[in-house]
């Protein structure tokens, strides 16, 4: 008797797992997730299994990531098919550029007038640090002294420790 | 005091010169010297005797913001190298060019916008913005 007892509990739990259909969808999104969370551009992907059919959501960031998830979901053992709604990220916004007073406490109007008065000298590039127009390239001795009127009259100090004299 | 014993001569010089409200004072090391010269002659002595006293201007430590006398309606010669000066609409290289003014040629002072900018006229009735490095009062 024992033993058909113990036969009737197997074939109840058989017939328990047979018909619920839950566990084994867990299992499947389990998987899924697993698969999917192993690559850092698929992170973003979410999956939910119901009935062997596994629905993709949440992010990914471009086609070929998207393209990639559905197949990689696919392929997992127990997913009958895949209902892709996975979104295309924005690309991420272009990171915001430096502040130019960011090294400088000399304002844009300021630092303007210094870039018109050199447009005319060539070969002499500036950039302005704390409060002053620190100077790089060479010049003859004319240029170099209109410079330093140019930046007299923007009332800017200069650095042209690396303003070297035309030969 | 150290600058200001340094840059004696020029300081001399300026007084001599008859530059109008000179001001000299020192700032951390930097001394700033300012006022109105007569003449682009006396303005480029000076200056000439700056980098004189200090070879290639290079220590950073003088500020010598002069300018030179010249009210509205004084001529002033354009002295760039060698190219047309270019007159804009607003006081900025980004201003639209809205003339030019040869090498050599003799404009008016309309005003001094700024240091940098002077708002000029020429001689065809050309009006805007040029910048004040190139222009020299007579």
């Known amino acids: 008797m024992k033993m058909t007892k113990l036969l009737m509990a197997i074939a109840i739990a058989g017939t328990i797992s047979l018909v619920s259909c839950s566990p084994k969808d867990a299992d499947v999104k389990t998987a899924v997730e697993t698969q999917l969370k192993a690559k850092p551009d698929m992170a973003g992907a979410m999956v939910d299994v119901k009935d062997g059919v596994a629905t993709l959501t949440g992010e990914c960031k471009d086609e070929s990531c998207k393209a990639e998830c559905e197949k990689i979901t696919q392929d997992v053992k127990g997913v009958k098919s895949v209902i892709n709604n996975l979104a295309i990220m924005a690309p991420p916004p272009p990171p915001p550029p430096p502040p130019a007073s960011m090294n400088t406490m000399l304002d844009e109007a300021t630092q303007q007038k210094v870039k018109d008065g050199l447009k005319d000298i060539n070969g002499v590039t500036v950039e302005f640090v704390e409060d002053k127009a620190v100077l790089t390239g060479e010049v003859t001795n004319a240029n170099r002294m209109k410079i330093m009127q140019m930046l007299s009259a923007a009332k800017v100090k200069s650095d042209v420790s690396k303003l070297t004299d035309k030969k | ?138």
């Open chain 2, 1 to 138: 005091m150290a600058v200001q014993e340094k840059y004696a001569e020029l300081i001399q010089s300026a007084t001599t010169l008859g530059v109008a409200n000179l001001a000299v004072a020192e700032k951390d090391g930097v001394l700033h010297v300012s006022g109105t010269a007569k003449s682009t002659a006396d303005y480029d002595a000076l200056w000439a005797l700056y980098d004189k006293i200090d070879p290639s201007m290079a220590s950073g430590d003088l500020m010598m913001n002069i300018d030179i006398k010249a009210d509205a309606g004084a001529q002033l010669k354009v002295t760039t190298d060698s190219t047309n000066l270019n007159i804009r609409s607003t006081p900025t290289t980004e201003g639209e060019i809205v003339g030019k003014a040869a090498h050599g040629e003799l404009v008016t002072l309309v005003e001094k916008t700024d240091d940098s900018w002077w708002k000029i006229k020429t001689a065809d009735g050309e009006e805007g913005y040029a910048y004040a490095q190139y222009l020299s009062p007579l």
